[in-house]
């Protein structure tokens, strides 16, 4: 009997690899190659485009450059035109000057069309946990507009919980986040209240994890929801001309335009008071150490208890489902390039 690897659609919002805004996407990639045995096509946007949510640039024109990272972070080539490796590059991505979500849409319907199974966004450098950074955050976008495309979506997020992380972790977080998704891909989940087209499965998924390399060791999973919080002002009035004091919006300088930047005030957000944040939710699960793996809806809301099912039979209801933890045995579990460990799968 012939089989197919099964293809994936890799995007994100950070951008192609660099050790600043993009440290994550090399490695995981390479990890789903060398693990699963996957084919993994990327399509990233040119420059980093975090707190974008799920947008489209509607007026611009999107070029594409062929970009060939190499070993061991990703470094490459960037070219507008196609041509063959070179020794030591290790692939072809596409970089694109559009958003997450236009990645996505693009490679769903011009650069592959028909072809892609699973998209997967990310990983993000840094937590999407809550609905004030779900909402705003372009990794999730990009998985928002593959379910819209009918495709099944993983929107995946790294948390920075100290100012550093070392390379074991973010070692270990390619190891459990490439469990999680072959084992999502293998046992989807069902919502009989969502789209028949699809099924009535579950439109996507947002798993968190903690880089923090104590809890990866052994991991503890947990089926979440989404935490509702909100945020204040994101944006600062730059200092006058000369001066290092912010201009009081209310009342600025009469010879001096008023200028804004991006300043958000993030402790609340990233620091909340654990007594603020329900047990079940994604950002309780991600605080305590824990992988949040969270249900999906596309249209703004959270999957209804009643009439869910997650992967492996866990059923929805009162003490169960959102909140339970996912029992996962890591032993078992393949680490990427392991001789003989990879697990095959195939459509």
Same mark, same amino acid.
């Given at each position: 009997?012939?089989?197919?690897?099964?293809?994936?659609?890799?995007?994100?919002?950070?951008?192609?690899?660099?050790?600043? +805004?993009?440290?994550?996407?090399?490695?995981?990639?390479?990890?789903? %190659?060398?693990?699963?045995? *996957?084919?993994?096509?990327?399509?990233?946007?040119?420059?980093?485009?975090?707190?974008?949510?799920?947008?489209?640039?509607?007026?611009?024109?999107?070029?594409?450059?062929?970009?060939? !990272?190499?070993?061991?972070?990703?470094?490459?080539? $960037?070219?507008?035109?196609?041509?063959?490796? $070179?020794?030591? +590059?290790?692939? +072809? *991505?596409?970089?694109?000057?559009?958003?997450?979500?236009?990645?996505?849409?693009?490679?769903?319907?011009?650069?592959?069309?028909?072809?892609?199974?699973?998209?997967?966004? @990310?990983?993000?450098?840094?937590?999407?946990?809550?609905?004030?950074?779900?909402?705003?955050?372009?990794?999730?976008?990009?998985?928002?507009?593959?379910?819209?495309?009918? /495709?099944?979506?993983?929107?995946?997020?790294?948390?920075?919980?100290?100012?550093?992380?070392? !390379?074991?972790?973010?070692?270990?977080?390619?190891?459990?986040?490439?469990?999680?998704?072959?084992?999502?891909?293998?046992?989807?989940?069902?919502? /009989?209240?969502? *789209?028949?087209?699809? $099924?009535?499965?579950?439109?996507?998924?947002?798993?968190?994890?903690?880089?923090? %390399? +104590?809890?990866?060791?052994?991991?503890?999973?947990? =089926?979440?929801?989404?935490?509702?919080?909100?945020?204040?002002?994101?944006?600062?009035?730059?200092?006058?001309? @000369?001066?290092?004091?912010?201009?009081?919006?209310?009342?600025?300088?009469?010879?001096?335009?008023?200028?804004?930047?991006?300043?958000?005030?993030?402790?609340?957000?990233?620091?909340?008071?654990?007594?603020?944040?329900?047990?079940?939710?994604? /950002? *309780?699960?991600?605080?305590?150490?824990?992988?949040?793996?969270? !249900?999906?809806?596309?249209? =703004?809301?959270?999957? %209804?208890?009643?009439?869910?099912?997650?992967?492996?039979?866990?059923?929805?209801?009162?003490?169960?489902?959102?909140?339970?933890?996912?029992?996962?045995?890591?032993?078992?579990?393949?680490?990427?390039?392991?001789? @003989?460990?990879?697990?095959?799968?195939?459509?």
């Amino acid at each position: 009997m012939s089989t197919k690897r099964l293809r994936v659609l890799l995007t994100n919002d950070d951008g192609p690899p660099s050790t600043k +805004e993009s440290p994550n996407i090399f490695s995981f990639a390479r990890a789903l %190659e060398k693990t699963l045995g *996957w084919d993994v096509k990327v399509v990233v946007p040119s420059s980093q485009k975090s707190w974008i949510g799920k947008a489209y640039q509607i007026q611009d024109n999107i070029a594409a450059n062929y970009y060939y !990272p190499t070993e061991p972070e990703g470094a490459g080539e $960037k070219t507008p035109f196609r041509r063959p490796l $070179k020794e030591g +590059e290790v692939g +072809e *991505w596409i970089l694109l000057d559009g958003t997450p979500a236009t990645c996505t849409n693009i490679s769903l319907f011009n650069l592959y069309p028909g072809e892609i199974d699973l998209v997967i966004s @990310g990983p993000n450098f840094g937590r999407n946990s809550s609905s004030a950074f779900s909402l705003s955050s372009g990794t999730i976008g990009a998985a928002l507009s593959g379910s819209l495309s009918r /495709t099944r979506s993983i929107a995946l997020s790294y948390g920075i919980m100290n100012r550093t992380f070392t !390379p074991e972790s973010l070692r270990l977080a390619n190891i459990a986040s490439v469990e999680i998704i072959r084992r999502l891909w293998e046992d989807w989940g069902v919502d /009989t209240n969502g *789209w028949a087209s699809r $099924k009535e499965e579950i439109d996507l998924y947002s798993v968190n994890l903690p880089l923090v %390399e +104590e809890k990866l060791k052994d991991p503890r999973v947990f =089926f979440t929801r989404v935490w509702r919080n909100n945020y204040a002002s994101l944006f600062k009035p730059l200092p006058s001309a @000369g001066t290092k004091e912010p201009v009081d919006p209310t009342n600025p300088p009469a010879d001096e335009q008023l200028v804004f930047h991006f300043k958000p005030d993030m402790h609340p957000l990233i620091n909340p008071l654990a007594s603020t944040v329900p047990v079940g939710t994604d /950002t *309780w699960a991600i605080d305590q150490g824990y992988i949040s793996v969270c !249900p999906l809806r596309a249209c =703004f809301a959270a999957p %209804e208890e009643e009439g869910m099912q997650l992967g492996s039979g866990i059923e929805v209801g009162p003490q169960q489902g959102l909140g339970k933890e996912w029992v996962i045995d890591w032993a078992a579990a393949a680490s990427p390039g392991d001789e @003989g460990g990879s697990t095959k799968a195939a459509l």
